[in-house]
């Protein structure tokens, strides 16, 4: 194939810009953000899980709490009701007596419920501390992810305006370069190889791979508008 040598330093051109086409889609599939977000999001699962469970623990407490507290008022209720009826004198002594026993019977119960209650009540507050700790560490861990992600999102928006500016140079490269020249350019990018790379010294610069002796002699008596190939690579071998 033939190209003069004004066209064949376009592909290096153009292949400057699809290695930065695909550093931006590699920038784009791996931000630098990613890792850091992984990481707190892992963090942030157990966090949660933690007020969680401590949000049903204390709703536990709570149902005890509450079912001590009814059982407190029943208590006096009935020690209120007793005391009517001593304070009444409508009462026999056997009741009297079955009264007084009574009486201290209720007041012992309800000493031992209001222990009983203060001791759910202590641990409640202990558990709410927790609570409130995990949580405020589930705050300040979600907040960094929002940071990040607000990050990335800018991030993003700069890739975009990027490789739109790499785009509309890639297009107008591509316009300017002749049809088979650029086929032939685009067939071995197609490949997964580099399309093309200039000459430096004795290495190809899409491998980076030294030429044989024979080979650079082979270039060197070649014709100016001859399109070469790395045997290497098979990229297009540009000369300047």
Known sequence: MKAVAAQQ???VDLASVDAELTRIAHRRANPLE????EELQAQQ???????????????????KVAKLDAEVTA???????????LASGSVNPKELTEIQHELDTLERRQSSLEDSELELM?????LQAQQVSAQANADKVAERIAEIERIQRAVDIDIDAEENRSRQRRDGL????????????ERQRRSGAPGAGLLQG?????CRIELDRGELARISTAD????????????????L
């Open 75 to 85: 208590v006096r209720q009935r020690e209120d009701r007793d005391r009517s009826l």
């Open 9 to 11: 330093r376009l592909l």
């Open 174 to 185: 591509m316009a300017s370069i002749d049809g088979p020249l650029l086929e032939t350019y």
């Open 45 to 63: 699962r157990p966090i949660l899980d933690e007020v969680g469970a401590l949000g049903l623990a204390l709703e536990d407490l709570d149902a």
């Open 202 to 206: 004795n290495k190809c610069g899409a």
């Open 34 to 37: 990613r890792q850091e977000r």
């Open 122 to 126: 202590e641990r409640r507050e202990e």
């Open 224 to 239: 100016a508008d001859e399109v070469l190939r790395c045997p290497e690579c098979g990229a297009v071998l540009v000369r």
